[in-house]
Nanobody, 121 residues
Framework: QVQLVESGGGLVQAGGSLRLSCVAS????????MAWYRQAVGQQRELVAH???????NYVDSVKGRFTISRDNAKNTTYLQMNSLKPEDTAVYYC???????????????WGQGTQVTVSS
């Protein structure tokens, strides 16, 4: 069974930094794209950053220049380095990965349980 587990969230003052990690565990064949989403209270979940299997990255405009997504395939891990944090970055951050559980299986999207990031002003 595949699991994604996030860590690294917490409370930080505006202007500070946090680094989120997401580790994929269990039995699987390959991990394709990985991504970070966030959902603030009363708002829809939004895509924050995306990294392809070839390490091409994309970001929502509001975090460009401040957040960096990366991945370590040997560790089945993706990271989100968040700098110059703002109160509007406060949300639950979710890890997402497209995973094939075997060579012949279809690719499915898996989600982590989420980690809270709170930025105080």
């Amino acid at each position: 069974q595949v699991q994604l587990v996030e860590s690294g969230g917490g409370l930080v003052q505006a202007g500070g930094s946090l680094r989120l990690s997401c580790v994929a565990s269990g039995s699987f064949w390959t991990i394709a794209a990985m991504a970070w989403y966030r959902q603030a209270v009363g708002q829809q979940r939004e895509l924050v950053a995306h990294i392809s299997s070839g390490r091409t990255t994309n970001y929502v405009d509001s975090v460009k220049g401040r957040f960096t997504i990366s991945r370590d395939n040997a560790k089945n891990t993706t990271y989100l380095q968040m700098n110059s944090l703002k109160p509007e970055d406060t949300a639950v951050y979710y890890c997402n990965a497209e995973i094939k559980t075997s060579r012949w299986a279809s690719q499915f999207m898996y989600w982590g349980q989420g980690t809270q990031v709170t930025v105080s002003s």
